[in-house]
């Protein structure tokens, strides 16, 4: 089975703290993910990466920045942390199938609370 | 930009009951994704459907792609309070990586 494995279930940081999430994968799969899910706005997609030491840029990168170094590793850092970015946040892993499917593994997600 | 409409997207029912929820577009998909999300974990993928007519099921679920791939259905039969959860849909973006378009979710609580 796919496991994508965040490094905190919850987290509370203080405004101006610089805060970073990390997401491990252990299927060797090439595309990685950055989500942040609020209510009724759904998924929306910060950035993500396609290969080691890649990185694109989503629908909302602001405030954000990423790291991938290793294959498997992914890390989203917030700079300097604002009460707005206070959210669950989400990392994915896909296949670089060449396909049709697009099939994303989600992680359990973290819940940021910024004070 | 290729929008996913998901509807209702609440939905409140009782243990027993089927329920049908949709989810729509004006854009050709070449395949689409339901996942299902328990509150407070991410989104597990449920089924993947790829060619337009098909229908797949997952033991109550039955899962359908339209005929012109712009839009997916999914049934439930005889819910149980197992089956509460957000409902989300999802395509592939045109443009390469991978990137996938999400619908907000139907949200569904199903009542013992």
């Known amino acids: 089975d796919v496991k994508v494995t965040q490094s905190s279930r919850y987290l509370v940081k203080r405004t101006g703290e610089k805060v970073f999430l990390e997401c491990v994968q252990d299927?060797?799969?090439?595309?990685m993910f950055w989500y942040r899910q609020d209510p009724g706005l759904g998924l929306r997609l910060i950035y993500f990466?396609?290969?080691?030491?890649?990185?694109e840029k989503g629908d909302i990168p602001e405030g954000y920045s990423v790291s991938r170094e290793k294959k498997e590793r992914f890390s989203l850092i917030l700079e300097s942390a604002s009460t707005n970015q206070t959210s669950m946040y989400l990392c994915?892993?896909?296949?670089?199938?060449?396909?049709?499917?697009?099939?994303?593994?989600f992680g359990p997600g973290t819940r940021l609370t910024v004070t | 930009t290729q929008l996913l409409e998901q509807s209702p997207q609440f939905l409140s029912i009782q243990e027993g009951e089927n329920l049908t929820v949709y989810c729509n577009s004006s854009?050709?998909?070449?395949?689409l994704q339901w996942y299902r999300q328990e509150p407070g974990e991410g989104p597990v993928l449920l089924v993947t459907?790829?060619?337009?007519?098909e229908v797949k099921k997952l033991k109550r679920l039955t899962f359908q792609f339209g005929d012109a791939r712009k839009d997916s259905s999914l049934h439930i039969t005889a819910a149980q309070t197992g089956d509460t959860g957000l409902y989300l849909c999802?395509?592939?973006?045109?443009?390469?990586?991978?990137?996938?378009?999400f619908g907000i979710g139907t949200k569904l609580q199903v009542i013992p």
């Open positions: 994915a892993s896909s296949f670089h199938l060449g396909g049709l499917t697009y099939e994303q593994y």
């Open positions: 299927m060797d799969h090439e595309n």
């Open positions: 990466s396609y290969d080691v030491k890649m990185k």
């Open positions: 854009s050709v998909f070449s395949s």
């Open positions: 459907v790829v060619t337009g007519g």
């Open positions: 999802a395509g592939p973006q045109s443009g390469g990586y991978q990137k996938v378009t």
